[in-house]
Nanobody, 114 residues
Framework: VQLQACGGGLVQAGGSLRLSCVAS????????MGWYRQATGNKRELVAQ???????YYVDSVKGRFTISRDNAKNTVSLQMNSLKPEDTAVYYC?????????WGQGTLVTVSS
């Protein structure tokens, strides 16, 4: 399984970015697709997750600002990030979960300047 993430970059506080992750093959086989992030000195945390049935989860700090979506036909999961804050600065990782196995993309850096 290969996951290719893109869309990171530098943005001012209040701005928006859209991250995308393309999988090598169908994403329907995975129980969950998600985005994690890891800021310098912090543990990796789950930011948003979407199940194969379309149910979503968001960590409290991004609720109302981030939206996760999936396009099964394009084997893609995306994360629309609005109203970005400096504390959103981190390396964002795309993930795919199949039962107890996790697959990871290479990470894309999001930097939010104040």
């Amino acid at each position: 399984v290969q996951l290719q993430a893109c869309g990171g970059g530098l943005v001012q506080a209040g701005g928006s970015l859209r991250l995308s992750c393309v999988a090598s093959g169908s994403i329907l086989r995975f129980n969950y697709m998600g985005w994690y992030r890891q800021a310098t000195g912090n543990k990796r945390e789950l930011v948003a997750q979407i199940s194969s049935s379309g149910s979503t989860y968001y960590v409290d700090s991004v609720k109302g600002r981030f939206t996760i979506s999936r396009d099964n036909a394009k084997n893609t999961v995306s994360l629309q990030m609005n109203s970005l804050k400096p504390e959103d600065t981190a390396v964002y990782y795309c993930s795919a979960q199949l039962i107890v196995d996790y697959y990871w993309g290479q990470g894309t850096l999001v930097t939010v300047s104040s």
